[in-house]
């Protein structure tokens, strides 16, 4: 996993408070990602199954579902590219105004 303290490099921390630092972000990535997994078995579950009649998914809900679940991951997939970009372009901006 990439440093998410990289970009502070003109703000050193104490080592105790950057592991402090560190150790929140991560956990706050990991409530991001769980959010956005039961975001998607939420909306995928709600757009896919109508019936309860059998234990497993019928042929058309489980394709419905594997359509929902390939949309959102090249949704955010893209989103993710695209912030990339925009991130980046931001850094530059900062970089060439601090010159």
């Known amino acids: 996993m990439a ?3 990289a970009g502070m490099a003109d703000f050193p921390l104490p080592e105790a408070q950057r592991r402090a630092l560190e150790d929140a ?3 706050q990535q990991v409530r991001d ?3 956005m997994y039961n975001g998607l ?3 995928c579950f709600r757009e896919c199954v109508d019936s309860f009649r059998r ?3 019928e042929s ?3 394709k419905c579902v594997t359509r929902c679940c390939e949309k959102f991951m090249k949704h955010s997939s ?3 590219v695209r912030f990339a970009e925009l ?3 931001a850094e530059q901006q900062v970089a060439a105004a601090m010159r």
Do not use: F
């Open 3 to 5: 440093d998410p303290l």
């Open 25 to 27: 972000i991560e956990q």
């Open 33 to 35: 990602s769980l959010k």
């Open 41 to 43: 078995v939420e909306r």
């Open 55 to 57: 234990k497993d998914l």
């Open 60 to 62: 058309s809900e489980e």
């Open 78 to 80: 893209r989103v993710g």
């Open 87 to 89: 991130s980046q372009a």
